[in-house]
């Protein structure tokens, strides 16, 4: 006999284990489901040019429209996809449906903006990625340069596969951000030897940056840096006009976060964002 405290520890550890167990194994099996059933979707939040607040491109953000649970969020199911094998398919999918989107609002008049797309590090090491992308341009219609790809600097760290497959996207005239900037392990070495178009500065570095002298000194040194490597910046997770006072003042030109918009169904993003339009009776999506 066990004795009985431990007994009733090991009971309660087991149990949790269980439950967890369980609903792993049963959002697994939905999420092999939700494709094709259509729960998966993408939300799209703004990107914002402080000089103007004007909506210059749009991330990406997929989401899962679970039949019970409600909206899920991708840190909840994309370690699962990941571990499962199912981020190819859902990968795959979310570029296309990113391509379709992006193609249906330039054509119907909307604004002619890019869209950026996160890549998982399995989908970045994938045979065809390169395959896959330019099919989703070809099929979409959409030109190139109005896709981006995010990426995070831990997939770069085999520098002699990255720069392959980086080149190779750069050729077909996709563009390249990378994540999370700051909190990864990549050397500054990347930054020069790299085709990478933009860096995002992780949010990390701004939620606390109207106290924090140090986190003020490292956006700034990351801003000037991009601008003298003639990279593009942007700045994640901004919620508050203090944040964004601080950041314009250190030259920052774009920014994305809830102090412009949340992450939006993209109906939402054309009413909220597309400027009304033209008097021509031009067939709209509006
Ligand atoms: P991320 O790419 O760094 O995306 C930014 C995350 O920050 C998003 O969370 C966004 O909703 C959130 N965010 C934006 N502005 C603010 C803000 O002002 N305050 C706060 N607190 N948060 C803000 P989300 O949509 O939950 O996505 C989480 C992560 O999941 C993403 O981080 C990305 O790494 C991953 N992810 C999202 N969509 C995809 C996808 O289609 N494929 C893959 N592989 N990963 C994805
Ligand atoms: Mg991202
Ligand atoms: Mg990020
Ligand atoms: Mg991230």
Known sequence: EVKKNGKNGFQFYTAQLDSELYERIELEGYLRKALERDELVLYYQPQIRTEDSRMIGVEALIRWNHPDKGVLSPNVFIPLAEETGLIYEIGNWTLREACRQM?????????????????????????????????????????????????????????????????????LGVKISLDDFGTGYSSLSYLKNFPIHKLKIDRSFVTDITESRSDQAIVATIISMAQNLKMEVIAEGIETKGQLDILMQNDCREIQGYYFSRPLPASEVEHDFFVPLRMHGTPSIL
């Open 103 to 171: 193609k249906l609002w330039h054509a119907s008049g909307g604004p002619l903006i890019p869209v950026s797309v996160n890549l998982s590090s399995q989908q970045f090491h994938q045979s065809n990625l390169v395959e896959q992308v330019k099919n989703a341009l070809t099929e979409t219609e959409l030109d190139a340069r109005y896709l981006e790809l995010e990426i995070t600097e831990s997939m770069m760290m085999d520098a002699s596969v990255s720069t392959g497959i980086l080149n190779e996207l750069t050729a």
